[in-house]
Structures are given as structure tokens and as C-alpha cells.
């Protein structure tokens, strides 16, 4: 961490006054402050690299804490997941079951190691029985049911994967 340069204004009698000096055709003018009470911090490179490298110092940092949230984000993503909700249907008598059906995620995995619960909304014309998922993708999965029921509306929390 580099110390701070304390900066402080020049304090003199006449901050404003400039002693003339003409040669020929050229004039120069001298600052002529009068008593100089506090002497103000040099404007030099040394003083303006420290300002320079302390606003980059502090860009870094805003630019490592935004990677940081945005990471936190899609794990935050990941953990509240996404619900999907469909319905199942079979038209053979059990213990056949036509009822696959693939669903999309709206969102796209990153990878395929992500999970899935299953809930079951409600059921008609039989038991539901056991949930297989199956043919996992980024963009979606497979689901069916194993039972004799006609119809089986569920919900489908997908989490992970991002």
C-alpha cells in the first residue's frame, strides 16, 4: 500500500502576484508571492504516478469484487435452481407405460451434473409409482413414470450445473 500524499495549498502573502522582467521585445513574468506561510505539495510526476496507481489499485479491486458477484450470482443460480412443470401421460395398460416425455430447461447447463426432484401435482386414473429420469443434456432430460396412472402432472426442480 503506498502512503498517501497529503496534499496542501500553497499559502502565501499576494497568491496571485507576478514580478515583469522585459528584455527587448520579451517579457517574462516571475510568480512574486511575498511571505510564503505554508509551502504547497509539488505538482510533480512522483505526486501524480502515486494518484495513478492508486486509482488502478482501486479499479483492480472494483473489477476482482463484480467477477466475484457475478460467479456468486450463477451459483446462487445453480442452488435456487429453475421449476418446470409438465404432464405426463400414458395410453397403454400397465404394466406397459408410454408416458417419456422430454423437457427443456430454459436455461442451459454448463455441465450435466445437475439434479432434478421430482413432485407430483396431482394424478388421475391410477398411481403414479416411481419417476426415472433419463438422456440428461444441457438444454433438458427425459422424465416417465412407472405406474398405472393415465395422467401425472409434476414439478421438476432442476438445480445445479452452472
Known sequence: MRSLVNWKDMVCEFPNRFAQTVEGDKVTLQRSPGTVRTQGTP???????????????AMLMSSEAMRMLLRQNEELKGITGEVIEATLTNSQVYPHNNSIKTLQI?????????????????????????????????????????????????????RGGI
Open 106 to 158: 430454459v436455461t442451459p447447463r454448463n455441465t450435466k451434473d445437475y439434479t432434478i426432484t421430482v413432485e407430483v401435482v396431482s394424478v388421475t386414473g391410477g398411481a403414479a409409482g416411481e419417476f426415472e429420469i433419463s438422456d440428461k443434456l444441457l438444454n433438458g432430460f427425459k422424465i416417465k413414470y412407472t405406474g398405472s396412472a393415465s395422467s401425472v402432472v409434476v414439478r421438476c426442480y432442476v
Open 43 to 57: 505538482q510533480n510526476a512522483t505526486n501524480f504516478n502515486i494518484m495513478d496507481l492508486a486509482a488502478l489499485e
